[in-house]
Structures are given as C-alpha cells and as structure tokens.
C-alpha cells in the first residue's frame, strides 16, 4: 500500500509540474487570480445572504476552466507534447558533451566574427524551460537550422532584414529569428543600456535562459543569466558562462 501511495504521488507530481510549467506567464498569473477572485466572492456572497448573486457569480465561476482552455490550448498543447520520459532523465539542450562543444566553439567564432566585422547582435540560449511559455508569443521567423557562423553572420548582417531582433537557440539548432523581447520598464538600473541590453535581461528574467549581446557601437560582448547583465567579458569569460550553461543544461 506504501508502495502504491508512494509510486501515485511522484506520478501525479511528476505530471502536473510537466503540464503547469509552460504556463507560467502572465496571461496565466491574471486568469488564475481572476478565478480565485471569483471564488472567494462567490463565498462572500453567500455568507452575507445574498444567495441569488452568489448562486449567479458560482455558475459563473464554473466556466471558467472552459475559458482556460481556450485561452491557453496553445501551452497545453505543447505542454503534453513536451512530455516524454527523454525529457525526464535527459538534457533539453543538447543530446552529448560533444554537441555541446561544438555548439560553443561556433557561438564563440561567431561572437569574434561580429565584433570583426562591427556587427551588433543577440542571442538566447533557452533552458530547460521555452520563452514564449513564460514571456507570450515572441513572433519573429520561425526555423529548424543548424548554428554557424555563417547563418549567424548572415541574420545578423545590417542588410538583412532579420537582423533587428533576437535569435533563440533551443536543443542545438536556430529556431527563431527577429524576435522581439518585451523590455522591462526603464528604471536607474537600466541607464545606459540600449535596447538589445535590456531585451538581453529581460529574456533571461525568471525564464532560466542565457543570452549574449554584442553591441553594434563598441562590439562589446555582454552576457545575461538570471536577469543580470554582466558586461563587457573578455572572450575567455563568455565561453566559460557558457559552457557551464549548456553542461549543466545537457
């Protein structure tokens, strides 16, 4: 019975934490106060007497979960599609220490390619956990490409007209291009910073993600994790960020 009880609760934790995780956005956070408020209304309701609204505001109450549904069968649908037991006992980035050095060793002769040639860019690496799950639809241009340093020269070249935006990098491949990251508001901490630097933070905010921008006026090399920028690295430094990054993500 131990054994049973035991093997039902990693089961159904196992698969609410799969199914919930994606829906950690805003538009999840408003619904679900909106039905806590719901609720909890309907409940005060009943204890002032007024029965008839609170009766009204409870079958009210009862379609919100066909709302939710609706309203996010996009993340649902890619939350059941993400579960697999792969993903359980394997990395979301890469599939060996192999890739993941080679992934590197083309971001870093990328980085040194741009600041050569004097081009500004961004790039995010996604954790185990995808942006638009956390941050809504990032739009931009969707792809499926292997990382180079000519694909990623050529997005990123000011004639080209994905360059303004971001690249996201998922499981080793270029999956989207032009994306536009939605910025934090400007406050003291973010003086000075232009607009791919504070995209850079605020792709890396509570989305377990790493990004790296290069500045197109001093081709600086920035990178971000955890919603902290750290700027100006030496080379050195950004392969080592990450590397641990994409280990610690295999």
Do not use: C
């Not at 995010?124 to 694909?151: A, H, M």
């Amino acid at each position: 019975m131990l054994f049973k009880t035991i093997v039902e609760t990693l089961f159904m934790t196992v698969l609410f934490y799969t199914v919930l995780r994606p829906l950690r956005s805003k538009k999840f956070l408003r619904i679900a106060w909106s039905i806590i408020a719901v609720f909890l209304l309907a409940r005060a309701l009943e204890a002032m007497g007024f029965l008839a609204i609170s009766w009204i505001v409870e079958r009210a109450g009862m379609l919100l979960p066909i709302l939710f549904v609706v309203l996010f069968q996009t993340e649902i649908r890619r939350s059941l599609e993400g579960i697999s037991v792969k993903g359980w006992f394997k990395g979301s980035v890469l599939g060996n220490p192999e890739d993941a050095g080679a992934l590197v060793s083309t971001v870093m002769g990328s980085l040194r390619e741009f600041k050569r040639s004097r081009l500004g860019a961004l790039i995010i690496f996604e954790g185990s956990d995808r942006l638009e799950n956390i941050l809504g639809e990032l739009g931009g241009v969707e792809l499926d490409s292997k990382v180079t340093v000519g694909l990623l020269k050529s997005i990123f070249q000011t004639q080209s007209p994905l360059h303004d935006g971001a690249v996201v990098i998922r499981s080793g491949r270029v999956r989207r291009a032009q994306v536009i990251i939605p910025l934090p508001p400007g406050g003291a901490e973010y003086k000075g910073y232009g607009t791919r630097h504070r995209a850079a933070q605020s792709s890396t905010g509570g989305t377990g993600a790493l990004s790296i921008v290069v500045s197109e006026e001093n081709q600086s090399v920035s990178l971000s994790e955890g919603g902290q920028l750290k700027q100006n690295l030496s080379f050195e430094m950004i392969e080592e960020e990450l590397t641990r990054f994409i280990e610690r993500t295999i």
